[in-house]
């Protein structure tokens, strides 16, 4: 078993993907349930309209045109908050207890007196965290593409595949830093605190920089404002908003390797 780590580290989380995976399509029909009362209430679209820019821009809805179309309603009720929240929660807490969360249970010792490469250790989780977030990623625009075919609703499944595909990168970005601190210093409340930490950080910083004139400049620099910014659901996959994510991610993983055979194991 030990040859095949990947496929026994994952199988070990083969319930908790199929739980989140179950509780995000239990998100997508509940959303999408609600889409046609909202659609018959243009009053509901009006009284968002006329809620102050500042206010939408933090809560990443600055792009909102239209609250009762497919794309404004889903954009600002799941993608532009929800969906990436509980998958970079999902992720953050995988990548942390990955290599940090066997290293405090005393169970890395055991692992590494076998004759197993270190780096393979890293690869080899890292790969079941990337193909964990792919699994929920596509049991989420599942979910959602039953309900858009089922209630007849005017949205590109393409379209929420690239959504979908967003908010999984924009997850990964703190789900890999997560996992590079649990390989350069073993703590697992330390890496999930500072993940999470800077996640908060950046989506504020994101959120704020369209209100606050001295932060615009900077937003770029927040993982958030190349997952809201191009507003996918409407536009379409940007390759340089992309590009930064998926670099970024893997600039954590490659930093991760390095760090975890170089580093004294606490056993």
Not at 171 to 185: D, E, I, P, Q, R
Not at 210 to 235: I, Q
Request: net charge neutral; charged share 10%; with cysteine.
């Amino acid at each position: 078993m030990l040859n095949n780590m990947f496929l026994k580290t994952l199988r070990d989380q083969r319930r908790s993907i199929l739980y989140w995976g179950i509780g995000l399509i239990g998100m997508a029909v509940m959303m999408a349930a609600f889409y046609p009362t909202i659609k018959n209430m243009p009053s509901v679209n009006a009284y968002l309209q006329e809620l102050p820019q500042n206010l939408k821009e933090l809560f990443s809805m600055g792009g909102l045109t239209d609250y009762s179309s497919p794309v404004g309603y889903f954009s600002a009720e799941l993608f532009s908050f929800m969906v990436p929240l509980l998958l970079l929660v999902f992720g953050v807490g995988f990548g942390a207890n990955a290599i940090a969360g066997d290293e405090e249970k005393g169970t890395l010792g055991f692992l590494l007196a076998n004759p197993v490469p270190r780096w393979r250790v890293v690869v080899d989780k890292f790969g079941v965290l990337l193909v964990s977030m792919l699994v929920l990623g596509m049991m989420f625009w599942a979910g959602m593409a039953v309900c858009v075919l089922g209630l007849n609703i005017d949205l590109s499944l393409l379209r929420l595949a690239e959504a979908t595909f967003g908010a999984m990168l924009v997850a990964l970005v703190f789900s890999s830093l997560a996992f590079m601190l649990g390989c350069v210093k073993g703590n697992k409340g330390m890496s999930m605190g500072i993940a999470g930490g800077l996640a908060v950080l950046t989506y504020f910083l994101n959120g704020l920089g369209g209100m606050v004139s001295a932060l615009k400049d900077y937003r770029f620099l927040s993982p958030f404002y190349h997952y809201v910014e191009p507003n996918t659901l409407a536009n379409g996959i940007s390759p340089e908003h992309v590009l930064v994510l998926i670099g970024l991610t893997v600039v954590f993983f490659a930093i991760s390797i390095p760090a975890f055979m170089r580093r004294d194991i606490a056993v």
